[in-house]
């Protein structure tokens, strides 16, 4: 029996410890709570329990730095439960929760920002859980957390550089740190640039006592300081020249082409006489370079004397003539055409003849008239077809020149030349009896053949 009693207790102790153990695992923290909070700005926080510990009654108990302040009638609970109070004035509450077993959000409350300072402000709240259900069980947990109070304004010193790119400045009341770029000023030449060398430019933060400074770098000038241009090199008649100047800075070298001045030629003189048929050639030189400008000339063609006879041209026959350049002595032999047949009147067709050939002798005495003449005299074939009926004259193929010229009486053959005298009218005259003794004999034969028809049919 004393046994049984003894175990009996040790298991109690032992499930009071347990619970006791299980208990003390609660923990608190506070959400919403801000890192920062301005003066005159307000933020509620929460409670949260974990740990899941399980209390008949939750007693709380706030307090706030100085500096901060607890909003009145901003406190209550989370939970249901029992008689829920908080007196604003003694900072503490109490509750008999509903449910037992104690998770998440428990308590609000809300805080404003009094006074800023540079030192963080705490707020901490206190929880004491009791368990009837447990005797003697009571757990105290504590949660403490700092907030900073800032000012509305700040109160700024002065500016103070950072690095290279930024500076700060700090609040005298809450310590609180600006960072901004530096505002550079215009810039400061402090080495000017030449057109050898690039320059520097020092630029100076204008923000209070700041001070930063940098420096940029000014690229190199095309201002160069050029001296006079000096020929390097003469122009030619044909080539450029070219003149130079160079920096005195720098040394930069500039050029320019000078233009070619062109030949300088004399006046132009025959260097080739041009001959009959040869031709000539001048020439002129330039007087600086000695280049030679050429150009040919053209032959003087022949001057021809008189021509002379050499066979005098007849009715039948064509003459020939010579003629001799007066200036080289080339001799050229031409053609003297055929004359015109001379008419019968006695006298007149002697003078007429002989007018003709003189005439023909002075035109044939010019090249171009002589050419013509003689294409235009050439014999021609006609046929002089005679009238049936007609005895005298029988139909006879004869040769008749006919010319060009109007002294010439062509085509008028009429047989008797009478009293003319000369080789043209002995040539006429026997032309004349062989037309005659053709014609006869063509006659006689026709009248034969007809006298034959006559006798057949007869028969
Ligand atoms: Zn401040
Ligand atoms: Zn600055
Ligand atoms: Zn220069
Ligand atoms: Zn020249
Ligand atoms: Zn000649």
Same mark, same amino acid.
């Given at each position: 029996m004393k046994k049984l009693f003894v175990l009996l207790s040790c298991l109690i102790l032992l499930f009071g410890l347990a619970t006791f153990t299980s208990a003390s695992s609660a923990t608190l923290s506070l959400e919403e709570l801000p890192t920062e909070l301005r003066e005159g700005e307000s933020a509620e926080i929460f409670l949260s329990i974990g740990g899941s510990p399980k209390a008949s009654s939750i007693y709380v108990e706030l307090s706030v730095e100085e500096g901060l302040e607890y909003v009145p009638d901003s406190a209550g609970w989370e939970i249901v439960g029992g008689l829920p109070d908080f007196n604003d004035e003694k900072m503490h509450g109490t509750i008999m929760p509903n449910e037992k077993t104690l998770s998440g959000r428990i308590f609000h409350f809300t805080v404003k920002g009094k006074i800023a300072s540079a030192t963080a402000r705490n707020i901490t709240l206190t929880i004491t859980l009791h368990n009837s259900a447990v005797a003697g069980y009571e757990e105290i947990v504590t949660v403490t957390k700092a907030v900073k109070v800032v000012c509305a304004t700040h109160s700024y010193g002065d500016y103070a550089k950072k690095d290279n790119s930024s500076h700060t400045r700090t609040c005298t009341v809450c310590g609180s740190v600006e960072t901004t770029s530096h505002s550079w000023d215009g810039g400061r030449v402090t080495k000017a640039a030449s057109c050898k060398e690039a320059g520097e430019k020092l630029y100076t933060c204008t923000a209070g006592s700041c001070g930063a400074t940098k420096t940029e770098t000014v690229p190199k000038t095309e201002n160069h300081t050029f001296g006079n241009w000096t020929r390097a090199k003469d122009p030619t008649c044909t080539a450029k020249g070219q003149d130079t100047r160079s920096c005195s800075v720098c040394g930069k070298v500039e050029t320019k082409d000078v233009a070619a001045t062109g030949h300088s030629y004399g006046d132009w003189s025959v260097t080739k006489e041009p001959t009959c048929e040869g031709k000539g050639e001048q020439s002129r030189t330039c007087s600086t370079c000695g280049a030679k400008d050429t150009k040919t000339m053209a032959a003087k063609g022949h001057s021809y004397g008189a021509p002379v006879v050499v066979t005098p041209a007849t009715e039948t026959a064509l003459g020939k003539q010579t003629k001799t350049c007066t200036v080289c002595g080339k001799t050229v032999e031409e053609e003297i055409p055929m004359l015109a047949p001379s008419t019968t009147e006695p006298v007149e067709s002697e003078t007429a003849q002989e007018t003709s050939q003189e005439t023909s002798q002075e035109t044939s005495s010019h090249e171009t008239s002589q050419e013509t003449s003689q294409e235009t005299s050439s014999p021609t074939e006609s046929q002089v077809t005679a009238t049936p &009926?007609? &005895?005298?004259?029988?139909p006879a193929e004869s040769q008749a020149p006919t010319g060009t010229e109007p002294s010439g009486n062509a085509g008028e053959s009429s047989g008797n030349g009478g009293g003319s005298r000369g080789p043209g009218s002995v040539w006429l005259w026997v032309l004349l009896v062989v037309v005659c003794l053709g014609g006869g004999g063509f006659l006689l034969f026709f009248l034969l053949k007809k006298k034959k028809k006559k006798d057949g049919a007869a028969k």
């Open positions: &009926g007609e &005895g005298t004259s029988a």
